[in-house]
């Protein structure tokens, strides 16, 4: 079971459209196959976008269960890179920026951290490493889905 895992997609619009769109995590629900809204703690000052340290809440829906997360922003640089990390250290979830002929390569990484394997044993027991096969097996599918549909959605609106 791999503990991290990235992809990337080639994206027809500037890498600083990419950010302006990844950072509008009011969206996350048009791409996301899980995450159906997020909402910051406290908006971002008006033309300032996210900074590092902000935090925000997102909506997590499958089949038969609905929960809540708590994130905060661990990297904020226009045009480049937007991460965050869930809960107290559990999981980093980052998109990176990089220009290529015609566009941007975006890529999305995901990382179940210590903090979050250690809290899923405290958690979950003998079931432990069954709940963190499922969160990985999720971040697996669900990142060529989450590219393909940011794409899909960046290439509509900005194009």
């Known amino acids: 079971m791999e503990l991290t895992h990235t992809e990337s997609v080639r994206v027809a619009v500037s890498p600083e459209q990419v950010y302006a769109l990844v950072t509008d995590i009011a969206r996350t629900g048009e791409w996301s196959p899980i995450c159906r809204t997020c909402w910051w703690d406290e908006e971002p000052a008006v033309g300032g976008g996210p900074r590092v340290g902000s935090g925000f809440t997102g909506r997590n829906v499958t ?12 990297a904020a640089d226009p045009g480049r890179a937007f991460a965050w ?65 940011l794409k899909a959605v960046a290439e509509g609106d900005c194009a």
């Not at 089949?63 to 661990?74: A, L, N």
């Not at 096969?133 to 060529?144: C, K, L, M, N, W």
């Open 63 to 74: 089949p038969g269960r609905t929960w809540e997360t708590h994130s905060t922003v661990v």
């Open 85 to 149: 990390e869930v809960g107290e250290g559990f999981v980093r979830w980052a998109y990176a920026m990089t220009p290529v002929d015609g566009g941007t390569q975006l890529t999305e990484s995901w990382e179940f951290l210590p903090a979050g394997l250690e809290m899923f044993r405290s958690r979950f027991g003998e079931q432990a490493e069954h709940e963190i096969a499922v969160r990985a097996e999720a971040a697996h599918s669900g990142i060529p889905r989450t590219l393909a549909a």
